[in-house]
């Protein structure tokens, strides 16, 4: 499936095979995530480099590629990286100006061949099939950044419950934290989703929450709610704003931002960050909750994930039964 152009949708091609080259990996993809950030590129809110085969969640077979990696890898958002500036010799590689990111700079995994640099690709947990795989390294990777950011709060608040946050709400109630859930107004569906998975509180993104929150993370593309958040943090609280791409952010009052609270993005990861989560997933153990299309309904989940049509994550099922 592939993107020509913004604003139009994906087109059904068949492509040349891909081969990989030196330090590739060759995979057959089993499986891929649909993110938001897919529905951004398609919008033309962010550039890509057009023609391109989005997604970057992409549970692959190894059909050619280093032993190490098993038989099957994950492959991220992070790409590549020059591993010469000073945001990658000082640990910060996902702040590297000339990185580049799998399904937006380098075909990606809404095919059912992809290639990769192997430096990139991780090893899955073998205890998931490669639709609850998928989730995991976006979703469940950028979430574990941002609650990482937020500090050691007691008190979490949670604006948006997608792919992300239904599964940082597992993290964070592991780590014995209080999870907050706002969902878009009216939603009951999805708040009783988020106090099925460790929310002891949810309601509308609107809503002030019960207590005071020591920390939230924003999910929803939604700049509106930044000065909401700030509303519900308490005074030396953090807001992350943990997408990609957001709205623009309403004038702020500076009461709102007294009293040492922190407002801070999250961009992109690291290795490390991939490393790192996809060792503690299994030990909590994070559960994720998708629902599977064909390849060739691509431009469909991305459409109900436009629209909120499905809890958790939407996964492109391509070399693998779905399960």
Not at 213 to 218: E, G, P, T, V
Request: net charge neutral; proline share 8%; glycine share 12%.
């Amino acid at each position: 499936m592939v993107l020509t152009r913004p604003k139009l949708p994906l087109e059904l091609r068949e492509v040349a095979d891909p081969r990989p080259a030196t330090g590739q990996v060759l995979l057959r993809v089993l499986a891929c995530g649909v993110c938001r950030t897919d529905l951004h590129l398609a919008d033309g809110e962010l550039t890509a480099s057009l023609p391109v085969i989005p997604g970057h969640q992409i549970v692959g077979e190894v059909l050619e590629g280093p032993p190490e990696l098993g038989a099957r890898a994950g492959v991220p958002w992070l790409a590549w990286t020059c591993g010469e500036c000073r945001f990658c010799t000082s640990g910060r590689e996902n702040l590297c100006p000339r990185a580049r990111f799998t399904g937006r700079d380098i075909d990606g995994g809404f095919a059912e061949l992809a290639v990769a640099d192997a430096r990139y690709c991780f090893p899955l947990p073998e205890r998931y099939p490669a639709a609850q795989a998928a989730p995991l390294l976006c979703a469940g990777l950028i979430g574990a950044r941002a609650l990482r950011l937020t500090g050691d709060p007691e008190r979490l608040g949670l604006y948006g419950f997608g792919a992300s946050a239904h599964i940082v709400s597992q993290v964070a109630a592991a780590q014995g934290r209080r999870v907050f859930a706002f969902t878009r107004p009216g939603d009951a569906d999805g708040q009783r989703f988020a106090r099925g998975l460790g929310a002891e509180w949810a309601g509308d993104s609107g809503e002030t929450p019960p207590e005071e929150l020591d920390a939230a993370i924003i999910f929803a593309p939604v700049g509106e709610l930044v000065p909401i958040a700030l509303r519900a943090v308490a005074p030396g609280g953090t807001v992350v704003c943990a997408g990609i791409h957001m709205s623009d952010i309403p004038p702020l009052r500076y009461a709102d931002l007294w009293q040492e609270r922190t407002l801070r993005s999250v961009a992109n990861l690291t290795r490390q960050d991939g490393r790192d989560f996809l060792a503690m997933a299994p030990r909590v153990p994070v559960r994720t909750e998708v629902t599977t299309y064909s390849l060739e309904k691509a431009n469909r989940a991305l459409e109900d994930l436009r629209a909120g049509r499905f809890r958790g994550a939407g996964v492109l099922m391509i070399g693998a039964a779905p399960g």
